[in-house]
Structures are given as structure tokens and as C-alpha cells.
């Protein structure tokens, strides 16, 4: 999924991403470069869906 940086350098996580990965206003994400890609790791949620290692973490390539 694609989106685009905004006149002040930021991203948007798209809604559709955000409510698969139960991710909520006010969690971290962190930045990772590895290589020539760019990826976005976040901590996992009890809550979250299909999570079996509640305080673990994923990391989600951005392409």
C-alpha cells in the first residue's frame, strides 16, 4: 500500500491498516531502514486480532 509523505514530512497509517493491526491514537511506532526498505515495527495489543504473544512485536514492510 502506497501513501504519500504531506507538506510536513509526515505519513498517514490508512485506516484500513490501522483497524487490522488494532493500532489506537497515541501508540509507538518506530521507523526501521534495513537494506534499500523501509519498515514500520509496532508493539502487538491484547486486543489486537489474531495476536498470540500479547507485549511482542511485528514489523509491517512498507512498500
Same mark, same amino acid.
Given at each position: 500500500? +502506497?501513501?504519500?509523505?504531506?507538506?510536513? @514530512?509526515?505519513?498517514?497509517? $490508512?485506516?484500513?491498516?490501522?483497524?487490522?493491526?488494532?493500532? +489506537? $491514537?497515541?501508540?509507538?511506532?518506530?521507523?526501521?531502514?534495513?537494506?534499500?526498505?523501509?519498515?514500520?515495527?509496532? $508493539?502487538?495489543?491484547?486486543?489486537? $486480532? @489474531? @495476536?498470540?504473544?500479547?507485549?511482542?512485536?511485528?514489523?509491517?514492510?512498507?512498500?
Amino acid at each position: 500500500m +502506497k501513501v504519500k509523505l504531506n507538506r510536513d @514530512n509526515r505519513v498517514t497509517v $490508512p485506516q484500513s491498516v490501522r483497524n487490522q493491526l488494532g493500532l +489506537k $491514537p497515541g501508540d509507538q511506532v518506530e521507523f526501521v531502514v534495513r537494506g534499500d526498505g523501509l519498515f514500520l515495527t509496532f $508493539p502487538r495489543h491484547a486486543e489486537a $486480532p @489474531n @495476536n498470540s504473544h500479547s507485549g511482542s512485536s511485528d514489523t509491517a514492510p512498507l512498500e
